[in-house]
């Protein structure tokens, strides 16, 4: 058997989510038939991260057994021929046995984009949240900052978070603005169900000028999810990077050469090194 690992990306739009469902189109269920159909047997694959109905995603990352001798190229091509047009692989690369798609994963990155202007965009409707009111980018800038670091993050944990721990530690949280759209990346060791979508939710309240930025600091403190305020809806929401260890020789984003230094030696087997759960 061999083992692969897959770079896809996708529109969520019109599923329910990454994670195989019984009764509602999922992205794993096209993938998985796609590769099935490639490999001439059943194929399952196992994901760095769920992403939630609507939530889009510029880079997730799976891995695969199989005993099919394929190059990587057929992977690629192949697979794509059998997914649908919002579902496409960007490459495959052959991998350790050792590697996994989940639990190797040093940070990941998310990126939630909002459309600040008054009428709503009839393109960007479903890859973008819409806000009408003026948000004000450097107030949420300020919030960020509360929330950076490892912290008890109960207060943005979705009710029905299965995580064993509510312990995370935010590597990076910005908030920049380019004409209309406000953009939030953020970059952390892993994260809890409707996580992102929380701390959002309560930045862009701050931006409205709804509560004043210390407000991030006594809704993280709280560790109470319902003081949090609410939850920013999926559409704006991108799976945008994950970052492994150099061993397994995989594409990285240059976005995760802005962390500090100090992250380098998680990559060497820090502390941090492996997921929370």
């Not at 796609?34 to 490999?39: E, F, G, N, Y």
């Not at 109960?154 to 603005?177: A, D, I, N």
């Not at 999810?225 to 240059?254: C, E, M, N, Q």
């Amino acid at each position: 058997m061999k083992r692969f690992a897959l770079k896809i990306e996708y529109d969520g739009s019109r599923y329910a989510g990454w994670q195989y469902q019984i009764h509602s189109p999922s992205i794993q269920e096209v993938v998985e038939t796609a590769l099935s159909r490639i490999a001439a047997h059943p194929v399952r694959v196992v994901a760095a991260g769920r992403t939630d109905s609507g939530v889009h995603a510029w880079e997730q990352i799976v891995h695969f057994d199989t005993a099919a001798e394929r190059p990587d190229r057929a992977w690629v091509m192949g697979a794509n021929t059998h997914l649908p047009a919002d579902v496409r692989i960007l490459w495959a690369r052959s991998v350790q046995s050792e590697f996994h798609a989940r639990n190797q994963a040093i940070a990941r990155w998310y990126r939630y984009r909002i459309l600040n202007r008054k009428v709503a965009s009839a393109l960007l409707r479903d890859q973008a949240t819409w806000h009408h009111r003026l948000l004000d980018e450097e107030r949420m800038q300020a919030a960020a900052r509360y929330l950076l670091g490892e912290h008890d993050f109960s207060s943005f944990r979705g009710p029905y978070c299965q995580s064993k721990s509510p312990f995370r530690r935010v590597y990076l949280l910005e908030v920049r603005r380019e004409g209309d759209e406000v953009s939030i990346d953020i970059i952390a060791n892993a994260f809890l169900h409707n996580m992102v979508r929380n701390i959002v939710g309560v930045l862009m309240a701050v931006g409205s000028g709804k509560h004043p930025p210390d407000w991030a600091g006594h809704v993280l403190a709280a560790r109470d999810r319902s003081v949090g305020g609410v939850t920013a809806p999926p559409t704006g929401l991108y799976f945008a990077g994950i970052w492994y260890p150099a061993k397994f020789d995989l594409p990285r984003h240059p976005m995760f050469d802005r962390l500090p230094q100090g992250l380098k030696r998680i990559e060497e087997g820090g502390d941090f090194a492996k997921n929370p759960g």
